[in-house]
Every structure is written in structure tokens, then in C-alpha cells.
């Protein structure tokens, strides 16, 4: 069974920072792709960042580069997002994306970032 399972978001101030994780399980993670979308209030869902599975090459949205590092653990099957000088404009519901021939999502961990 494929599990993608969310963690570290919260209410957080703005310049805050958080880390999210996101533990993977029943596949093979190391071999996909792996990314963080998120999805405002009233918004559709936008990519956030990515991370190839091999190389682990990067790419961000321009709204976060420079403020947010993914990073993976093949080892502990686990993917971070650290989210640094976190801005209003941050809050959201933060989704994990396994992506290779098929594609799997988490359930999402919300970000709060108010004064």
C-alpha cells in the first residue's frame, strides 16, 4: 500500500521558517521523482519545488527560490521542504508528489503564516 504521509506544518510568523517531511512507504522511492505542491484558500493547486530521483537535481517555483530547500533521504524514504522567511503569501496546504509512470499524493499538511 502506497503511503505519503505529511508532517512539520503549523502557524508560523512572517520570517518564520518551517521544515516539512513527507515519509514515503510501498514504493520505491528512491526511483521516482519526488515534489511539493501546495494549494491556497480559493486558489488552484502550484508546484513548489522538485527533486529528480537520481541526481537529485533541484527546480523551485519562482515565488520560493531562495527561500525554500527540498531535499530528500533515500535511505529513510523521506522528503523535506525547509521553508525559510516564510511570507503571508505562504499559507497553504502543502502536498508531497511521488511522480515516475504513475504519480501518488499525500493528504497534505497545512502552513499558516500570520501575525
Known amino acids: 500500500q502506497v503511503r505519503l504521509v505529511e508532517s512539520g506544518g503549523g502557524l508560523v510568523q512572517p520570517g518564520g521558517s518551517l521544515r516539512l517531511s513527507c515519509a514515503a512507504s510501498?514504493?520505491?522511492?528512491?526511483?521516482?521523482?519526488m515534489n511539493w505542491y501546495r494549494q491556497a484558500p480559493g486558489k488552484e493547486r502550484e508546484f513548489v519545488a522538485a527533486?529528480?530521483?537520481?541526481?537529485?537535481?533541484?527546480s523551485y517555483a519562482d515565488s520560493v527560490k531562495g527561500r525554500f530547500t527540498i531535499s530528500r533521504d533515500n535511505a529513510k524514504n523521506t522528503l523535506y521542504l525547509q521553508m525559510n522567511s516564510l511570507k503571508l503569501e505562504d499559507t497553504a496546504v502543502y502536498y508531497c508528489?511521488?511522480?515516475?509512470?504513475?504519480?501518488?499524493w499525500g493528504h497534505g499538511t497545512q502552513v499558516t503564516v500570520s501575525s
Open positions: 508528489n511521488a511522480r515516475r509512470v504513475t504519480e501518488y
Open positions: 510501498g514504493f520505491t522511492f528512491s526511483t521516482y521523482a
Open positions: 527533486i529528480t530521483s537520481v541526481h537529485g537535481s533541484t
